[in-house]
């Protein structure tokens, strides 16, 4: 990277230059102003704050801080470990819970993004007594091995087939998408998505 005859370009030129880019993209960008301009009643901390969930039809209080992920708040706070900690990056799914009708990895979500919106754990689609669509038709395709990944998946599915009723093979594997099973039981578990999918409505 040191400067070589006739080239026109040095290291100390180019960091330079990123540099200034960087300040002129962080001063003009919009998004930039937004997040370092907050309405003083927005701001949240540092310390624990009381929020409300409503997770399971439940209205839940609880304190905590602003950076606390919603996965950490259930597990932790609320004793709901249904959803699991496995990559902690939204890459694997073992940790989703519907927000609002739809799929979301709950370690990429603020506990503090979720007031106000209605939560849905793995604990409250279904029992043992009483499952739902899907929970019945992993247990007929027999679509699980370990059981880790279990609860992200069917609570993904449950979402999916809510949705998207009558779903085809190739449809359910794209739903699917986000979730990774190490056990690798994808045949069972794309059969039950399939076969609840014909009764979407119930699940």
Request: hydrophobic letters at 35%.
């Amino acid at each position: 990277m040191s400067k070589q005859p006739g080239s026109g370009f040095s290291r100390r030129g180019f960091l330079k230059g990123v540099g200034i880019t960087s300040v002129a993209g962080g001063l003009i960008s919009p998004a930039g102003l937004t997040s370092a301009i907050a309405a003083e009643g927005d701001v949240k901390g540092p310390g624990e704050t009381p929020i409300t969930l409503d997770v399971n039809g439940q209205k839940r209080k609880l304190n905590v801080e602003p950076r606390v992920t919603l996965l950490d708040a259930l597990r932790n706070r609320l004793d709901l470990t249904g959803p699991k900690k496995v990559c902690d990056r939204g890459t694997c799914g073992a940790c989703t819970v519907i927000v609002d009708g739809k799929p979301v990895y709950s370690c990429s979500m603020l506990a503090v993004e979720a007031e106000g919106r209605e939560v849905t754990t793995i604990e409250g689609i279904g029992t043992p007594q009483r499952m739902n669509e899907v929970q019945r038709a992993f247990v007929k395709h027999d679509a699980q091995q370990c059981g880790f990944c279990t609860p992200g998946f069917v609570t993904a599915a449950t979402a999916f087939v809510r949705a998207n009723p009558k779903a085809s093979i190739e449809q359910v594997r794209a739903g699917l998408g986000g979730n990774l099973c190490r056990c690798g039981t994808y045949a069972g578990m794309i059969l039950a998505v399939v076969d609840a999918a014909k009764g979407g409505s119930n699940a």
